[in-house]
Every structure is written in C-alpha cells, then in structure tokens.
C-alpha cells in the first residue's frame, strides 16, 4: 500500500459547481447515516460530532461502548461507487489529530453510500500505519527549481491544451502566482472547468489550435 500527499486542496473543500457539491454532501450524509447505524448494531452509542460541532475539524463520529467509554473516534470517508484507484483523502487535521489517539482512531470507508447495500471498510490506528509519504510529480510545479523562470501569469482569453489533452480558452482567474486557479470553457461543449494554473503541465496554444 502506498500513500501519497497532495499539496492542492480536495475539490470538495468549496469548490465546484452547484450539483456536484449538492452530490458530495449527500454521499458524505449517507456515509455517515450507515456509519452510525453499523455502530448501533455493534452494541456501541454512537454520536455524529457535526451535529453537536459544526467546526469539529478531527473526526466525524465519536462512539462509547456499552460500559460508557469511549472506544472511537471515527473519521468517515464516502464514495458513490467503489473505493477506487482515486483513494479518499484525509485532511491535516484529521491526520494529526488520529495520531493522537493510537487506537482509538479509526477510518470508515463507505462504498456505494447512496445505496441500501454500502460496504464499510474500518481501519483502526490509520495515522500511524502510514510508514511512507510519496509525492508525486505534480509537485515540480512548486518546487524551487536549480534554472529558476519566472512563474508565467494566466490571462483571460488565452487558449489552453490542459494536462488530458482537452483545449480551450481562460475564462476567469483566481488567486495569484503559484496559488492561482483558472475557469476554463472547453472548446467542444458548454462545459467550463475549474484547475490549478500550472504552467509546466498547461500548454499555451495560438487560437488555430483548439480543437
């Protein structure tokens, strides 16, 4: 099993248009409404921390078992389908504060969580059985390089070819140097997209090459 970092935000952080964000709020209520049911018929009294927390930023769910301790602190991750080759992603605060409580911490993954059927995968003490962090390549686009350029400014109306070869042409900016995002509208449909504004993977194209 590897693990690997990412130095963007989750597009479920803000991000994203209206039904998209509507869907990852209900796949993550899903996952948690199962989550407390399969606590229940486990024997323990689980709450949903959200509820009575709204900025609890550690976990989703604690649980006490029948002698009234408490055994879980659960941090619970939903996916529409099956848990895939994307992963789930745990937050910095999430992460430190599983560290912090050994095996009491644990991790739900809850597949196919807008279904009557969702499988519940439980992993106990997760902060602390990552023994290797990988950071993958997209994080040249950040590093301190040894031939050092200037880091190029996005500008509306230019045309771009994005990393999955798709084209098309900036329509708003957001943020500033290497924190700034692009909307851009897609040449074949309506569709417009929202991406980190790397240069190094984001080709500049003149207009005769869109396709």
Do not use: C
């Not at 869907?23 to 009294?45: M, T």
């Not at 990552?130 to 301190?144: K, L, M, Q």
């Amino acid at each position: 099993m590897r693990s690997y970092v990412s130095k963007d935000r989750e597009p479920d952080d803000d991000e994203g248009d209206g039904a998209a964000k509507e869907e990852r709020a209900q796949i993550g209520a899903a996952a948690i409404r199962h989550v407390l049911v399969w606590e229940r018929q486990q024997k323990r009294d689980p709450t949903d921390e959200n509820l009575e927390n709204p900025q609890n930023e550690g976990y989703d769910i604690s649980s006490r078992g029948p002698n009234g301790d408490l055994e879980r602190y659960i941090e619970v991750k939903g996916v529409k389908g099956e848990w895939g080759l994307r992963g789930v992603a745990v937050t910095p605060a999430q992460f430190s504060f599983a560290e912090t409580q050994d095996h009491r911490a644990w991790l739900y993954v809850v597949e196919f969580a807008l279904s009557d059927a969702p499988r519940i995968h439980r992993i106990q003490d997760f902060a602390r059985r990552v023994w290797r962090f990988g950071f993958d390549h997209g994080w040249r686009d950040i590093a301190e390089s040894a031939k050092e350029v200037p880091w190029p400014e996005a500008v509306i109306g230019m045309m771009v070819r994005l990393p999955d070869g798709r084209t098309g042409s900036v329509k708003r900016i957001f943020g500033a140097g290497q924190n700034q995002g692009v909307d851009v509208g897609l040449d074949k449909g309506d569709e417009v997209i929202r991406v980190p504004w790397q240069p190094a993977r984001i080709a500049l194209l003149p207009d005769k090459e869109t396709t």
